[in-house]
Nanobody, 120 residues
């Protein structure tokens, strides 16, 4: 069983930057495509970004394209999301999860998430 732990969230003003981290652990861990999702209050969880197993390919939701960058360090079992030019509409709980890269379908267990709050 792979456990995912997100961190790095916080309260920031619009225009600021944050870097989220996701640490993977577990004896059965092996690299897979990974994704970041987010869920705002009263809304469904939505896709934010995806990265392939090797890190060569990445994809983003239109709402974050050009502002967010997903990256990974397989040796450290870490996934990152660099978020720049944050907007109030980016406020949500952010989750990392293993995914099928093409379909973006989650295939693993969710972590507890990390709260990002952007004030205007």
């Amino acid at each position: 069983q792979v456990q995912l732990v997100e961190s790095g969230g916080g309260l920031v003003q619009a225009g600021a930057s944050l870097r989220l981290s996701c640490a993977a652990s577990g004896r059965t861990f092996s690299p897979t495509s990974m994704g970041w999702f987010r869920q705002a209050p009263g809304k469904e969880r939505e896709f934010v970004a995806a990265i392939s197993t090797s890190g060569t390919n990445s994809d983003y939701a239109d709402s974050v394209k050009g502002r967010f960058t997903i990256s990974r360090d397989n040796a450290k079992r870490m996934l990152y999301l660099q978020m720049n030019s944050l907007k109030p509409e980016d406020t949500a709980v952010y989750y990392c999860v293993s995914i099928m890269y093409v379909s973006r379908a989650p295939i693993g267990s969710w972590g507890q998430g990390t709260q990002v709050t952007v004030s205007s």
